[in-house]
């Protein structure tokens, strides 16, 4: 099956500098790649998604990355502020499948 | 308001006493789940419904059962509690792509 491996499991940076989580996973087959947001006492929120065809997607600050090749993807904030601070999910589902797999997680602390 | 709403969100209970964690979601989705959060281990999930009277083992289905009698509406069932079924409970559903998870339900098996 899809195997997801998340890193790095905490991160922490200073307000305003950029932050890069990165994602790899093992089944060529997936081609769907959400991230969800999980701030402090809440349920995972979606905030940003790619899907295999195309290499980078852009929302304001957010952005991620495929490299379908190397199977991995990233995300991307830049000009972080305290507020983005949460425990971050990535995910990947193949091709015809409802289920996803999920990373373990990164904590992200943005210290003002 | 498109929501997933989940009760109770706190519990205490004892081993061995019954409870139900109840779900329910107003987007007229198909796609059910519930996973369990644990430190460290990230989501797992322990059941999913593609839809009415479908269920399906997830990777860590060992004493949990569920049912889908209405496609709004999918509980999850502690017969007999256990200490190690101590977690943080996330019910999410889905059409297409991304999940709309619940708020959560904090559960302590004491």
């Known amino acids: 099956g899809e195997n997801v491996e998340q890193h790095p499991s905490t991160l922490s940076v200073q307000e305003g500098d950029s932050a890069v989580i990165k994602c790899t996973y093992s089944?060529?087959?997936?081609?769907?790649f959400p991230w969800y947001k999980q701030e402090l006492g809440k349920g995972p929120q979606l905030i940003i998604d790619?899907?295999?065809?195309?290499g980078e997607k852009k929302d304001q600050r957010i952005a991620v990355t495929l490299n379908k090749t190397a199977k991995h993807f990233s995300l991307h904030i830049t000009e972080t502020q305290p507020e983005d601070s949460a425990v971050y999910f990535c995910?990947?589902?193949?091709?015809?499948?409802?289920?996803?797999?999920f990373g373990r997680g990164t904590s992200l602390i943005v210290h003002p | 308001e498109a929501q997933v709403t989940q009760n109770p969100r706190y519990l205490i209970t004892v081993t061995g006493k019954k409870l139900t964690v109840t779900c329910s979601q107003n987007m007229n989705h198909e796609y059910m789940s519930w996973y369990r959060q644990d430190p460290g281990l990230g989501l797992r999930q322990i059941y999913y419904s593609m839809n009415v009277e479908v269920t399906d083992k997830g990777d860590v289905p060992e004493g949990y059962k569920v049912s889908r009698k209405e496609k709004r509406n999918f509980p999850l069932i502690l017969e007999s509690p256990s200490p190690n079924q101590t977690s943080l409970y996330f019910c999410a559903s889905k059409l297409g792509d991304g999940y709309t998870f619940g708020s959560g339900t904090r559960l302590t098996v004491v």
């Open positions: 995910a990947a589902t193949r091709g015809g499948s409802y289920i996803p797999t």
């Open positions: 089944d060529s087959a997936s081609n769907y």
């Open positions: 790619i899907r295999s065809n195309v």
